[in-house]
């Protein structure tokens, strides 16, 4: 194809995102279909990959991702939430054998307390589900780009 020598000049800027939207869609065109067109772009793009120069306008929002997705951040997420979900059970355990066993305490206080207690219960369990489903969320959002 005589076409291959305008394309080898377009790839560079293909790869940079510099093209109008005709333009690069006649090099992504013509790179589907020319397996040498293809082995330029494909070398050109692994060695811009490498020089780390490949911008995209979600890179932030990767580098975040990444950040957010690391190792040691997630572990202390989840030993977190484990501390704080333990505190809390211990606690209102601990708080609930205690406060509710008084006889001096009327039973609408206990009642009262029970009922302030559940909510919070509630409100925190709709949060963690929330989360779980929003980390689930997060997945299949990494598994698309
Ligand atoms: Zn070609």
């Known amino acids: ?84 979900i333990i505190g809390l059970v211990g606690f209102m355990g601990w708080q609930a054998f205690t406060f509710f066993t008084q006889p001096v305490v009327p039973t609408w206080a206990k009642i009262g307390v029970l009922l302030i207690e559940l909510g919070a219960l509630g409100l925190f369990l709709s949060v963690l589900r929330q989360r779980l489903i929003a980390r689930k969320t997060d997945k299949y959002r990494n598994v698309k780009l």
């Open 1 to 84: 194809m005589n076409q291959c020598h305008d394309i080898e000049e377009l790839i560079s800027g293909y790869i940079d995102q510099e093209l109008t939207q005709q333009k690069a869609q006649q090099v992504r065109r013509h790179i589907e279909s020319c397996d040498s067109c293809k082995a330029v772009y494909e070398d050109l793009l692994a060695i811009r990959k490498e020089m780390g120069q490949l911008q995209y306008p979600e890179c932030e929002e990767a580098k975040l991702n990444k950040i957010m997705n690391e190792p040691v951040a997630k572990t202390l997420g989840v030993v977190g939430w484990i501390m704080l």
